[in-house]
């Protein structure tokens, strides 16, 4: 086996010399897919300014260094563009944290998803009769969740 089966990430070889090369890709890569944030939207061409760390999506029919990397996520190193080509459900949050991107049917999607603030409060239930105290009480229990998770405002 010289790879991974999901990520294709490189393995070591039984007497293998210089292991750290294979070793080191395999970090790189890794670097890149674990909690995965990218700068934008997919590009058809590296931007010009892009610096070692920053990770982009490519778009349908690139260009440049980008070129016959389709869909791929991308990463700048020191030694040049990583690229990972990317499976259905990939996920990746914009580091501007407004929104996200998602593989799907063989493309990236944006999505929801936000590192910004959470979504504006949600008022508690009020009123209704005797009968409607368990589902209030169920409401604000999910109220009280999401809450804590800060998905809402208090």
Not at 86 to 115: I, K, N, P
Request: net charge negative; hydrophobic share 45%; charged share 20%.
């Amino acid at each position: 086996m010289t790879q991974t089966d999901r990520l294709e990430l490189p393995t070591l070889s039984t007497g293998q010399a210089q292991k750290e090369i294979t070793h080191n890709e395999a970090l790189v890569l890794l670097d890149m897919l674990v909690q995965p944030v990218v700068e934008g939207a997919p590009l058809e061409s590296p931007p010009a300014a892009a610096q070692a760390g920053e990770c982009y999506l490519v778009a349908e029919a690139p260009s440049g260094e980008f070129d016959g990397q389709d869909g791929a996520m991308a990463i700048l190193t020191g030694s040049g563009w990583r690229f990972v080509a990317a499976r259905e459900g990939f996920r990746c949050l914009r580091r501007d944290g407004v929104g996200a991107f998602e593989y799907r049917s063989g493309q990236w999607v944006e999505t929801g998803g936000s590192l910004a603030s959470p979504a504006a409060a949600i008022e508690a239930p009020a009123g209704g009769s005797v009968v409607d105290v368990e589902a209030r009480f169920a409401i604000d229990a999910i109220l009280s969740v999401l809450r804590e998770h800060k998905v809402i405002e208090e």
